[in-house]
């Protein structure tokens, strides 16, 4: 299972997930109005065949995460890169939300 923050940016999300040795090539990242689906494949090792290996912990399987979004987005905008085994995606929101003054000063009448 891939593991992923989401990050609410006022005009959009911001979704980061580890992906750490799969290549982009290898993701299929499909987007709709109310979440993202995300999976991929672990490189097989088929450039290694033939090697007698002794012992072998590192994992090679796909994955698939669906990840919801708590408000409308645009799919056709939404944006991803790989960076250092992370994926972000930018998600767009439809109706982006009003972000509030951290402090506003009230008059006293």
């Excluded at 669906?66 to 939404?78: D, L, Q």
């Excluded at 790989?82 to 439809?94: A, C, S, T």
Aim: glycine content about 4%.
């Amino acid at each position: 299972m891939a593991l992923y923050d989401l990050v609410d940016k006022g005009d959009r999300y911001e979704l980061q997930v580890e992906v750490p040795g799969i290549e982009k090539e290898k993701m299929d990242i499909k987007a709709t109005r109310h979440s993202v689906e995300i999976s991929g494949k672990h490189s097989e090792k088929t450039e290694e065949k033939g090697k007698r290996y002794l012992y072998t912990e590192r994992l090679y399987r796909s994955f698939y995460r669906n990840v919801p979004v708590p408000e409308e987005i645009v799919p056709s905008k939404v944006a991803a890169k790989v960076e250092n085994g992370i994926l972000r995606l930018e998600l767009p929101k439809k109706v982006p939300t009003r972000k509030e003054d951290e402090e506003t000063r009230v008059d006293v009448k």
